[in-house]
């Protein structure tokens, strides 16, 4: 039984029969999925519908090590036949020069190569998972995909975070509290340049904090050698206990000392349109 007709609220019943209705009506399609819990859920509702879509993981410098293991690793478990597409953001001069349009390039080269792939398999519809709320803040990604056409369904259902995560649960996806992680390109301030080997550093020190049970924070650069460890307050109490292991990974992985500051909201500085595919 499709758990999706177990929901007991009716409001978002209703949002929910909307998006398997908009997902019926752009099918056979492609969906965008970077291992956050937004496109989880959008491919999950597809597939529990047996409804006619791949997924497309991005894969590149631009995600960690462990981003893009276990985007590798969610299209294994979907059955193994979506596509990875191997995509360089820093390739395209735009994205590299980090200006405040930057998730509108890189956004554009993305979806403009699984647009390419689309047109390939004979899928002409490219599905992404921004939802409503992200439709009101600062996305400049969002112009590109407009421009190009892509569907954003959850949005176009009215689904918000907290609906994504009561479905996320209804269907029992793993980590529906999954905070969001804009790709790595959003670490670097507007108007520096990212360094190409930066990037797996901060993704490996990144990846090692989550290890040790952090789960919202940033690891930002300032200046070329000038970095700040951006923590959530809420995971406050949790530092202390790990400062003595942080600070020598960060000289592991070729990287100096930072400064840390807590913040109420970690989300924000450069991150500009959100996650790497959410």
């Not at 969906?31 to 047996?50: E, M, P, Q």
């Not at 112009?143 to 009215?158: N, R």
């Not at 003595?244 to 500009?272: I, M, N, T, Y």
């Amino acid at each position: 039984m499709d758990p999706l007709y177990s929901i007991h609220s009716s409001t978002l019943a209703a949002k929910a029969a909307e998006l398997r209705g908009g997902l019926q009506r752009l099918q056979p399609g492609l969906i965008a999925v970077s291992g956050g819990i937004d496109s989880r859920v959008l491919f999950a509702v597809a597939r529990t519908a047996d409804l006619n879509f791949l997924p497309v993981f991005f894969s590149g410098p631009h995600l960690s090590p462990e981003e893009q293991r276990q985007g590798r690793k969610l299209l294994a478990a979907w059955g193994g036949h979506g596509h990875v597409l191997e995509v360089n953001p820093l390739l395209d001069e735009s994205v590299r020069a980090n200006e405040a349009l930057r998730c509108y390039h890189c956004k554009r080269l993305l979806f403009t190569t699984a647009q390419q792939l689309g047109h390939y398999l004979e899928r002409p519809h490219i599905l992404e998972g921004s939802h409503r709320e992200d439709l009101g803040d600062y996305r400049p990604g969002r112009k590109a995909l407009e421009e190009l056409g892509i569907f954003s369904p959850l949005a176009q259902a009215g689904l918000d975070k907290e609906d994504i995560r009561s479905l996320a649960r209804i269907m029992q996806l793993d980590l529906p509290e999954q905070p969001s992680r804009p790709c790595l390109l959003t670490r670097f301030a507007y108007g520096l340049r990212p360094v190409p080997e930066k990037l797996p550093q901060i993704g490996r020190f990144e990846d090692e904090m989550r290890r040790y049970g952090f789960r919202d924070f940033r690891l930002r650069v300032l200046a070329q050698e000038s970095h700040v460890l951006q923590i959530a307050e809420a995971e406050k109490e949790l530092y202390p206990t790990r400062k003595e292991e942080l600070e020598p990974a960060l000289s592991r992985l070729g990287l100096k000392p930072c400064s840390v500051r807590f913040s109420p909201r970690v989300s924000g500085f450069f991150d500009g349109n959100g996650s790497s595919g959410a």
